[in-house]
C-alpha cells in the first residue's frame, strides 16, 4: 500500500541507530494487566526489565512508570536513551469497546449501503437463528455520496462532483463528527478522485481526521476495503491524542529518542506514519510477542514453534514453519474485517485474570471476561472476589508468595476464599475446583492452538511450544501433554517477551496492488511493470526512512485463488510455471485438497519491504547450577498428592544447569511450572528448554 510514512528529519522518522552516546533501547508492551518494559545497552548486551500494573484510564501513566523502573534498575539516566519501541493495543481497544470517534463516509454515488449490506455470510461458530447483524461503525445517516466514477481498469467514467465532496464536508461538520473516511469505488486502480476529494476534505474542515482508502487498503472488495478505511478514521483521533501524549510525557521525563511503534504485520514504523495509520497497529502488542518468540527460538536452533503468549486477558496462538511468521489479509477485530497484513494468529478470552463462573446451567465456565488490571484476581487484594485462573494456581502452590520482584504479594487467602466459592457451588473440593478451573482453560487453549495447527495440516508434536507471557509458563507443560508434544522453550524473560520482541523487530510496510490475471495466459510484461511500480514505492520508503542499501529487502508475494473462490492465499513470488503448483500445495495444506480442474487467478500483487534495524548486542547468560538456585521449597498439590518441590531463582541458573520437575522457576516477570515428569536443562542461549519423557 502506499506508504504514509515520515518526512526525514522529521522527530519520528530520525533513525534507529543508537548512538554510542545515547547506547540505550526502550521497549515498551502495555497488556490488559501489566505493562512490560525491557532497557538493554545497544552495546553491551546487558539488559534490564521493568513490569508495572497497567493504568487503563491512561495508558501513557503506565508506559512511563515502566521505563523509569527500567532505568533506576539499570542506574543509568534518561538522556542515555536512543530508541523508544512500543506495542500498543490503544485501537484495537477503542474499536472492541465501542468508543471510536464519531465518523462520517464519503463514498460513490450509488453506493451508500456499503457496510450495511456487508456480506451474507455469518461469523464462524455464530447461531444462524440467534445472531443478530452488529451495529455497523458509521450509520446511513453519515454516509455521504459523491458523483464521478473511475473503471476497473482505472480509466475515468465520469468526472468527481467536487461540489458534492464539499457538501458532504458541510453536512459531516453539521453532525458533528470528529474523522470523514473516503472509499470510491475502483480507486485503487486510479486514486486521483480521492486524491482530489481528501485535499477538497483538508480545506473545507482542516480540524477534522481524514483518510482515504488508497492510503488504507487499495485493493479489491468494496466492504472489506471501506470497513478498514472508516475504522482508521475512526480511531484516528483518540491514537493521535495518545501518542501527543506519550511524546510529551517522554519529553518530561528527559527521554528524547525517536518513537516507534509495533505493526500488526511484525514491523514497527514512526509514530507520525502510526498516527494517520493507526489501524495497522490493531495486533501490536501479541505481533512484537511473535517476533521475539522467533528470534528466541532461533537462537536455540528451533525452526518449527507453537508460540503461546498468556497474559492477563487473552491468550494469543501463532505457528511459525521453518522460521517463517505468516501474514494474513483476513483478521479481524472483534466484529469487523480488518484486511491489512497482520500476523496470522488466533486469539481467545483466556488468561491469568479470566473468570471462573457458575452458569445459569450449573456448569463452570473460565472466560472471557477478566478481572483485568482493577480490580485484578482476588489474590491481588485490590477488590477483586472473583475466583481467576491466577487464583487457582495460588491455591494449588504454583505461584510464590509474591510477583514483581517482591513488589506485589499475594494473599493466599483471598484466593482460597474465591475459589471456596465455586467449590461449593459444585460441590467440590478447594483443591479439584482450582484443579478444574485450569483444566477447563487449558482445554479453551488446546483447543485454538488446534486451529493453526491441525486445521491446517500441521501435526503439533512435531512442533516445539514456546510459552510466553505472564502466565505462558505456569501453562507450558501441561498444554503440551495434552497435545502430545515433548518439547517446552521458555524464553529467558518470558513475561516481557512482547516488549523484547520490539527489539528483534525491522521497519516494515507493504505495497500492494490488485491486478485480477489468469494464472494460464497471464500478461507477464503487465504482472513485470505492476512489480516495479510498487518495488519503486518501496524504494521511496526505504529513503523516506533513511534505511542504508545493505540493510533492504523487499520480496514479490501473489494473492491467488481459484476461479470465483472467496479467498486469496499468499503465494511468495516464483517463476510463473511453478505458482500454479505453489499454490495448489498451500491450498492442500490449508484445506486438504485442490482442485486441478479449476483455473488460479492472481488477484493482487504484494511487495513486502523491509528495512533491518541495528541489533544491540547479545546479552551473555550468567549462572550456575540448580543447586546454587534454589531458594527453598514450596508445598505443590498434584492430583496424587501434595510435594515439596523446589523453587529455582532463574537469575542464578546458568547454562547447563539441569534439574527435575516438579518445580517452580521464579523470576521478576513470571513463574514457571515444570510438571512431574519433565526435567528442565538451560540452553547455552539462555532460554529454559523442558522435555517429557
Not at 480540524?207 to 468494496?222: I, K
Not at 540448580?626 to 523453587?647: H, W, Y
Not at 515444570?674 to 540452553?683: L, T
Request: charged residues 20%; glycine residues 10%.
Amino acid at each position: 500500500m502506499p506508504s504514509p510514512d515520515l518526512r526525514p528529519g522529521s522527530r519520528a522518522a530520525e533513525t534507529m541507530k543508537p548512538e554510542l552516546s545515547a547506547p540505550l533501547i526502550v521497549a515498551v508492551d502495555i497488556g490488559g494487566t501489566f505493562t512490560d518494559v525491557t532497557l538493554q545497552d545497544a552495546v553491551t548486551g546487558q539488559a534490564w526489565t521493568a513490569k508495572t500494573p497497567s493504568t487503563p484510564r491512561d495508558p501513557s501513566e503506565a508506559f512511563v512508570t515502566g521505563v523509569r523502573l527500567a532505568l533506576d534498575a539499570a542506574g543509568r539516566r534518561a538522556e542515555e536513551t536512543g530508541r523508544v519501541l512500543h506495542g500498543t493495543t490503544v485501537a484495537t481497544n477503542l474499536i472492541l469497546e465501542g468508543r471510536t470517534a464519531p465518523t462520517a463516509l464519503l463514498t460513490t454515488a450509488g453506493f451508500r449501503h456499503v457496510l450495511e449490506i456487508g456480506r451474507a455470510d455469518l461469523p464462524r461458530r455464530d447461531n444462524l437463528w440467534a445472531w443478530v447483524k452488529p451495529k455497523r461503525p458509521v450509520p446511513p445517516s453519515l454516509v455521504f455520496e459523491a458523483g464521478g466514477r473511475m473503471a476497473s481498469d482505472g480509466s475515468e467514467l465520469a468526472p468527481l462532483d467536487e461540489e458534492a465532496v464539499r457538501a458532504a464536508a458541510r453536512a459531516a461538520k453539521a453532525a458533528g463528527v470528529a474523522a470523514i473516511a473516503v472509499c470510491f469505488l475502483h480507486a485503487f486502480a486510479n486514486p486521483a478522485h480521492e486524491r482530489r476529494a481528501l485535499a477538497i476534505l483538508a480545506e473545507e474542515a482542516p480540524d477534522l481526521a481524514l483518510t482515504a482508502s488508497v492510503d488504507v487498503f487499495p485493493v479489491v472488495r468494496e466492504y472489506e476495503r471501506s470497513m478498514a478505511t472508516v475504522l482508521n478514521a475512526a480511531v484516528m483521533p483518540a491514537v493521535s491524542t495518545y501518542i501527543a501524549r506519550l511524546e510529551t510525557r517522554l519529553e518530561q521525563a528527559g527521554i528524547h529518542a525517536p518513537l516507534l511503534l509495533m505493526k500488526s504485520n511484525g514491523g514497527v514504523a514512526g509514530a507520525a506514519a502510526i498516527g494517520r495509520a493507526p489501524a495497522q497497529t490493531a495486533l501490536s502488542g501479541p505481533a512484537a510477542g511473535v517476533v521475539g518468540a522467533r528470534a528466541v527460538a532461533a537462537a536455540a536452533g528451533v525452526e518449527n514453534l507453537i508460540t503461546v503468549d498468556i497474559g492477563g486477558t487473552s491468550a494469543d496462538i501463532c505457528l511459525i514453519a521453518k522460521g517463517e511468521i505468516g501474514l494474513t489479509q483476513t483478521g479481524r477485530v472483534g466484529p469487523w474485517p480488518l484486511p491489512l497484513p497482520m500476523v496470522d494468529m488466533v486469539t481467545i478470552g483466556a488468561g491469568g485474570g479470566s473468570l471462573a463462573r457458575i452458569g445459569a446451567d450449573g456448569a463452570l465456565t473460565v472466560g472471557p471476561q477478566s478481572a483485568g488490571a482493577e480490580p485484578g484476581p482476588a489474590c491481588y487484594g485490590r477488590g477483586g472476589t472473583e475466583a481467576t485462573v491466577t487464583d487457582a494456581h495460588v491455591v494449588l502452590g504454583h505461584l510464590p508468595p509474591s510477583l514483581l520482584g517482591g513488589r506485589m504479594t499475594l494473599d493466599p487467602a483471598l484466593a482460597e476464599a474465591a475459589i471456596a466459592r465455586v467449590a461449593q457451588s459444585l460441590d467440590l473440593t478447594l483443591d479439584a475446583a482450582a484443579r478444574g478451573i485450569l483444566a477447563i482453560a487449558d482445554n479453551n487453549m488446546v483447543g485454538a492452538i488446534r486451529v493453526v495447527s491441525v486445521e491446517r495440516g500441521h501435526d503439533p508434536r512435531d512442533f516445539t511450544l514456546v510459552p510466553f507471557g505472564g502466565a505462558g509458563p505456569l501453562h507450558g507443560c501441561a498444554l503440551a501433554e495434552l497435545l502430545g508434544i515433548t518439547r517446552v522453550l521458555v524464553p529467558p524473560a518470558p513475561g516481557v517477551l512482547c516488549a523484547q520482541g520490539l527489539l528483534a523487530a525491522d521497519l516494515k510496510a507493504e505495497f500492494t496492488r490488485s491486478i485480477a490475471e489468469p494464472l494460464d495466459g497471464a500478461d507477464l510484461a503487465r504482472i513485470e511493470a505492476a512489480f516495479a511500480a510498487l518495488e519503486a514505492e518501496a524504494i521511496a520508503w526505504f529513503a523516506l526512512e533513511q534505511v542504508a542499501e545493505a540493510d533492504r529487502r523487499t520480496r514479490r508475494v501473489a494473492l491467488m485463488r481459484y476461479e470465483e473462490q472467496g479467498h486469496e492465499l499468499s503465494i511468495p513470488w516464483t517463476a510463473p510455471e511453478a505458482l500454479g503448483a505453489a499454490f495448489a500445495a498451500a491450498h492442500r495444506g490449508l484445506y486438504g485438497f485442490d482442485l486441478p480442474e479449476v483455473a488460479v487467478e492472481i488477484v493482487t500483487l504484494r511487495v513486502e519491504a523491509a528495512g533491518a534495524l541495528p541489533a544491540p548486542a547479545p546479552s551473555p547468560p550468567h549462572g550456575g547450577s540448580a543447586a546454587e538456585a534454589m531458594v527453598g521449597r514450596q508445598r505443590i498439590l498434584l492430583p496424587g498428592g501434595a510435594v515439596e518441590a523446589p523453587v529455582l531463582d532463574r537469575a542464578r541458573l546458568g547454562p547447563g544447569a539441569v534439574f527435575p520437575g516438579p518445580a517452580i522457576v521464579t523470576q521478576l516477570d513470571a513463574t514457571t511450572l515444570v510438571g512431574a515428569g519433565w526435567s528442565g536443562e538451560v540452553h547455552p542461549s539462555g532460554a529454559l528448554l523442558l522435555t517429557r519423557g
